[in-house]
């Protein structure tokens, strides 16, 4: 088995909401990703967990606060977003970040609208 | 992590082999070519990697040239379903960067009937 879920697999949001993505695996990995991509563009990397701690944040706003509360679980909590940020959020998880175990598995992404 | 270079788009006819080629060639000694997919409307799908031997597994073939300085990915028999969005990405491993995949625009591959 080699899924991520993710959930919503669709969200609207005004500029003034609050809400969270969240990304499951159960494939025992301990580190997973947190990417954003526009339409028509590459995905680009925002955040790396690695065992439940940040390891790499890619100078990303406050706005996106992301949290790994197990090892199976990863969420993005978003607040006070723009326009400029509907993009799909995708969430990867790898077995660790090392070497050749740092094959990345992707979930569908999350489309994310903000009004 | 080095550069790559890749078509902006490509057409395969059913059933043909899809020969899919990237240049990277300042690529160095411990840089891997990683080779991932996104068919429309879902997250990115690993397909193969490889150091300087030619590999092979259920989905592809990697041909990585003598110098390294290029490669080519072939999905030997086409389908409809392979139609999607091939990335080259190489990268270090067991580096401080070694977790970011650093996706390029990729090669746009369209199979046809």
């Known amino acids: 088995d080699t899924e991520v879920t993710q959930t919503p697999k669709h969200l609207v949001m005004g500029m003034t909401n609050k809400k969270s993505l969240k990304c499951e695996q159960h494939m025992g990995h301990r580190a997973m990703y947190w990417y954003k991509q526009k339409a028509k563009k590459p995905p680009e990397l925002m955040f790396v967990y690695s065992y439940e701690k940040l390891s790499i944040n890619e100078s990303v706003p406050s706005r996106f606060s992301p949290e790994c509360p197990n090892s199976s679980l990863l969420n993005l909590h978003l607040h006070a977003l723009q326009p400029e940020d509907s993009a799909l959020y995708l969430c990867?998880?790898?077995?660790?970040?090392?070497?050749?175990?740092?094959?990345?598995?992707f979930g569908a992404g999350t489309r994310l609208s903000v009004l | 992590d080095a550069k790559t270079t890749q078509p902006t788009s490509m057409d395969c006819a059913e059933g043909r082999a899809a020969n899919l080629p990237c240049n990277h060639s300042t690529i160095s000694g411990n840089e891997y070519v990683y080779w991932y997919r996104q068919i429309h409307s879902q997250g990115p799908q690993y397909i193969i990697h490889g150091l300087k031997n030619n590999e092979t597994n259920e989905m592809a073939s990697l041909i990585i040239t003598e110098d390294r300085k290029s490669s080519t990915l072939i999905l030997p028999h086409a389908t409809l379903r392979d139609t999607a969005v091939y990335y080259c990405i190489v990268r270090a491993l067991n580096t401080g960067t070694a977790s970011k995949l650093t996706f390029g625009t990729g090669t746009r591959l369209q199979v046809t009937l």
């Open positions: 990867a998880s790898s077995q660790d970040l090392e070497g050749r175990r740092n094959i990345q598995y």
